[in-house]
């Protein structure tokens, strides 16, 4: 690190680093599922309207983060929230061009993450089984949430990569445009 000095002969730190600034909304609830002291049901901890309240703020500001957390287990979900929060994540990897980067990346945290003592890598290998596949092939820090997004929605919703996921996309395009009887791309 380098130091530069002022007129006030202060000395502030000078960083090479670079990180780019990003625009997070969030939707965080409780455990959902079922009450058990009273013994009763309560329903999904993200339902239309929290989705369609995320999707209404990355129309608005596109290229922002969405972060659905929640204190309860992955295994938890119900098959409806999985669908909707897909559904999502899905609509939110489509690319924007101008902006060169996904519409709105969706992170999903459970109790996992958020009560994770110290690093997500470690507490992901300690967890063992999909979360420590993942922790092994990919660095995770909190340097990178479109990172992060993609290994949730890996994770949680069963999704490929976003790396996979953008050449399956570019394959099918690609032979949309091959296919006979299509007029040649110029």
């Known amino acids: ?19 780019p600034t990003e625009l997070v909304f969030g939707e965080a609830k409780s455990f959902g599922g079922e009450n058990r002291r009273q013994g009763n049901a309560i329903k999904d901890s993200f339902g239309d309207i929290d989705i369609e309240r995320m999707r209404k703020l990355a129309i608005r500001f596109p290229g922002s983060i969405l972060v659905f957390a ?19 994540s899905e609509w939110g990897r489509e690319p924007i061009s101008e902006r060169h980067q996904s519409r709105a990346p969706v992170i999903i945290l459970t109790g996992t993450e958020l009560f994770a ?7 992901w290998e ?14 995770i820090s909190n340097e990178s949430l479109r990172t992060l997004a993609d290994l949730t929605q890996q994770l949680y919703l069963n999704m490929p990569s976003y790396d996979s996921w953008i050449e399956d996309k570019h394959r099918k395009q690609c032979a949309l445009k091959e296919a006979p009887g299509t007029p040649p791309v110029q």
């Open 1 to 19: 690190m380098k130091c530069l000095e002022d007129q006030s002969q202060e000395v502030l730190p000078v960083t090479n680093y670079d990180f």
């Open 70 to 88: 929640t204190m309860k287990r992955g295994e938890e979900f119900s098959s409806d929230e999985l669908a909707r929060l897909s559904h999502l």
């Open 117 to 123: 003592p110290h690093s997500l890598h470690a507490t």
């Open 126 to 139: 300690e967890v063992g089984g999909r979360h420590g596949e993942l922790a092994g092939h990919r660095s």
